[in-house]
């Protein structure tokens, strides 16, 4: 049976992983167990992209394999992670609203957009003079909950071990790693993207993210609000505020910087009393066009490329990794606009 190798234990990893596995093929995931960013990930799936009002890339296709991949994942590891949210924004322009009165009653836009809702807000309007509208059908992954369950489940498989990939041991001709021989190597190393001696075109860059988590009793937890930023309900009277965008950094500390910038997120919704209760950090993998790297390396057969999924990583997670496992299974053509052969072209 073939046996395939996954360096990256993070969402794209362990999604890979999974759909692999469901296709009756040996995995070893790879792991070292050092950033966190998809564990501290809001796991926000919202299919509209703010400002022009757009829906997010692909939205059509992701959302119905996300659903059915969470689901499934609860099931067959017994913890719930995975809601329905509905996330309220409030425009910031005159230009945005116009964006979205156009586009509410356009069929492709009408399961996603809701009429906008003025509503009466007390601390809000003097801020959000502009009212505001509803995205429907997105969706909350708790990112903490659903990475621990999935990293339990894939090392009680034997699949998932914590250890730092020494590039040394690689022989990329015969594809051995440490003596033992895989139909391919894939790697999904988020961030530490740069660290890896093969793919030195694909620029990955690291963009660190700051989260506040709050506690407020006067804030609703039947709404998520967006403007500038996001207060995100997870229960008990909790939320979640982000996030700050820090490029070229790939540390995860916490600074009074971003909490300046994550306080100032909620004075630009809220103007009611809350208390600050935690602050993490983690660094995501962006891509300058804003789409993942997926693909074989155009020099050494077997090696692979699964990362960038960056900030709808939890959205594009799903199905993208059913595309990969399919390519790297069949061959199976993948979407023109995460192939790896961009970053080659003048090769």
Not at 124 to 148: E, P, T
Not at 210 to 221: A, P
Not at 250 to 266: A, S
Not at 331 to 339: A, D, F, I, R, T
Request: charged content about 25%; some cysteine; proline content about 3%.
């Amino acid at each position: 049976m073939k046996k395939h190798l996954i360096i990256g234990g993070g969402l794209a990893g362990c999604a890979l992983a999974y759909r692999l596995i469901k296709k009756g093929h040996h995995v070893r995931l790879m792991d070292n167990n050092l950033n966190k960013s998809s564990f501290v990930a809001a796991g926000m799936i919202n299919p509209i992209v703010f400002r022009r009002v757009n829906k997010s890339w692909r939205v059509d296709d992701f959302l119905p394999s996300a659903i059915h991949f969470y689901n499934e994942l609860q099931e067959k590891t017994n913890v719930d992670f995975f809601s329905s949210i509905k996330i309220r924004r409030f425009f910031a322009s005159e230009q945005e609203k116009k964006y979205w009165t156009q586009k509410q009653d356009n069929p492709s836009y009408v399961k996603y957009l809701a009429n906008p809702d003025e509503g009466h807000y007390p601390y809000s309007i003097n801020k959000h003079r502009l009212g505001s509208g509803i995205v429907k059908n997105a969706y909350r992954v708790n990112a903490m909950s659903f990475m621990s369950a999935v990293h339990r489940m894939l090392e009680s498989m034997g699949v998932l071990i914590y250890h730092e990939f020494e590039y040394d041991k690689l022989d990329k001709k015969d594809l051995s790693y440490n003596g033992e021989f895989y139909e391919a190597v894939v790697f999904s190393c988020g961030s530490d993207h740069r660290d890896i001696p093969f793919f030195n075109e694909v620029k990955i860059e690291q963009t660190k993210g700051q989260i506040l988590t709050i506690h407020s009793e006067q804030i609703t937890e039947k709404e998520t609000w967006n403007h500038k930023g996001f207060i995100l309900p997870i229960g008990a009277e909790l939320f979640k505020v982000g996030a700050t965008i820090e490029r070229g950094f790939n540390d995860i500390r916490t600074t009074d910087e971003g909490k300046t910038v994550l306080v100032n997120v909620i004075k630009g919704i809220f103007s009611g009393e809350y208390e600050i209760k935690s602050q993490i950090a983690g660094v995501r993998p962006t891509v300058y066009d804003r789409r993942p790297v997926m693909g074989e390396h155009p020099n050494h057969k077997g090696i692979f490329i699964f990362n960038g999924l960056g900030t709808k990583g939890y959205l594009m997670a799903p199905l993208l990794s059913e595309e990969m496992a399919d390519f790297i299974i069949s061959g199976k053509e993948l979407h023109q606009e995460v192939k790896l052969s961009r970053f080659y072209k003048k090769s």
